[in-house]
């Protein structure tokens, strides 16, 4: 009899201790529930504060964002513009003229432009622009204002220092503040403007204004270049898939070299660059 009072003495005192461990763990955990609850609440309140920012911690925000945007974009058109210039310069060789000549369907005058804007970055003085079916020569305002725009966007204020003569024929022209020459051309500036020197030589003839003893190349030749002394184009670059030159002045073309591109849509200025590298290092023999 004892024993089982012993036992049962044991089994309460057991029972004691497990009660009081489960009202300490109930405790503690209803302590953390409530700590997290008020957390919660107190991340709620503040939470719209996160998001929008204090009222006057955000106007200095934004009063410091903006006097600072202006400065930054400038460096980084300046950087770009310095970093072009000196492209051109690393270049063993620089073509003064280079022809854009496009053989795909549908041009793109903002990749046109940057092309150009481009070109003029690295020094070159002259671009000529031509497609085969004279899309840019019909369009050639559109084409200007794409330019400017570009020339805007890529060199910044400093752009406007370039200064563009803009021909799109041989009489009339467009000057913008800028100094390379950009020339469109058409098929009428290939083959079709030979077959006009070719018929009003044979009129002066005809009207005795000259001798055909007078007529020579090189009479040939003055009257095909009158309309504006511009030089023969050194590169032409190609877009496109087609193997031809499309009628592009072939009077001028006797020692131009020739690179071909895939597109000139997406163009980079790294795809430019490559064919102005690639031109630098080419062996130009002169028919020799």
Same mark, same amino acid.
């Given at each position: 009899?004892?024993?089982?009072?012993?036992?049962?003495?044991?089994?309460?005192?057991?029972? /004691? %201790?497990? &009660?009081?461990? @489960? #009202?300490?763990?109930?405790?503690?955990?209803?302590?953390?529930?409530?700590?997290?609850?008020?957390?919660?609440?107190?991340?709620?309140?503040?939470? !719209?504060?996160?998001?929008?920012?204090?009222?006057? %911690?955000?106007?200095?925000?934004? %009063?410091?964002?903006?006097?600072?945007?202006?400065?930054?974009?400038?460096?980084?058109?300046?950087?770009?513009?310095?970093?072009?210039?000196?492209?051109?310069?690393?270049?063993?060789?620089?073509?003064?003229? @280079?022809?854009?000549? /496009?053989?795909?369907?549908?041009?793109?005058?903002? =990749?046109?432009?940057?092309?150009? #804007?481009?070109?003029?970055?690295?020094?070159?003085?002259?671009?000529?622009?031509?497609?085969?079916?004279?899309?840019?020569?019909?369009?050639?305002?559109?084409?200007?204002? +794409?330019?400017?725009?570009?020339?805007? +966007?890529?060199?910044?204020?400093?752009?406007?220092?370039?200064?563009?003569?803009?021909?799109?024929?041989?009489?009339?022209?467009?000057?913008?503040?800028?100094?390379?020459?950009?020339?469109?051309?058409?098929?009428?500036?290939?083959? *079709?403007? @030979?077959?006009?020197?070719? *018929?009003?030589?044979?009129?002066?003839?005809? &009207?005795?204004?000259?001798?055909?003893?007078?007529?020579?190349? $090189?009479?040939? =030749? @003055?009257?095909?270049?009158?309309?504006?002394?511009?030089?023969?184009?050194?590169?032409?670059?190609?877009?496109?898939?087609? =193997?031809?030159?499309?009628?592009?002045? !072939?009077?001028?073309?006797?020692?131009?070299?020739?690179?071909?591109?895939? $597109? %000139?849509?997406?163009?980079?200025?790294?795809?430019?660059?490559?064919?102005?590298?690639?031109?630098?290092?080419?062996?130009?023999?002169?028919? *020799?």
């Amino acid at each position: 009899m004892p024993l089982l009072y012993s036992l049962l003495w044991r089994f309460l005192l057991v029972l /004691v %201790h497990v &009660n009081r461990a @489960i #009202v300490s763990w109930l405790r503690v955990r209803l302590r953390s529930w409530k700590g997290r609850l008020w957390e919660r609440a107190v991340a709620a309140l503040l939470l !719209p504060f996160a998001l929008t920012g204090f009222p006057d %911690h955000q106007k200095k925000l934004n %009063h410091n964002s903006d006097a600072n945007a202006t400065p930054v974009t400038g460096n980084r058109t300046d950087s770009r513009r310095l970093r072009w210039l000196s492209d051109g310069k690393s270049l063993e060789k620089l073509p003064v003229h @280079i022809g854009l000549l /496009v053989a795909e369907e549908e041009p793109s005058y903002t =990749d046109i432009a940057n092309l150009v #804007v481009w070109c003029m970055a690295v020094g070159i003085s002259y671009v000529s622009v031509y497609d085969n079916h004279g899309i840019f020569r019909k369009n050639n305002s559109r084409l200007l204002e +794409e330019i400017i725009k570009q020339q805007q +966007e890529l060199l910044g204020v400093e752009g406007s220092k370039y200064g563009v003569e803009f021909l799109s024929n041989g009489t009339d022209k467009h000057v913008v503040s800028c100094r390379p020459t950009v020339k469109v051309l058409s098929p009428e500036d290939g083959k *079709q403007r @030979i077959v006009q020197v070719a *018929q009003q030589l044979c009129r002066s003839v005809e &009207n005795k204004e000259k001798s055909s003893k007078d007529i020579s190349v $090189s009479m040939l =030749d @003055i009257l095909l270049r009158e309309s504006k002394n511009v030089p023969d184009p050194d590169l032409v670059v190609k877009f496109g898939p087609v =193997d031809s030159t499309l009628g592009f002045l !072939p009077w001028h073309i006797r020692l131009t070299e020739f690179i071909s591109l895939p $597109s %000139h849509r997406n163009i980079s200025y790294e795809d430019l660059f490559g064919a102005l590298q690639q031109y630098s290092v080419c062996q130009q023999r002169l028919g *020799q």
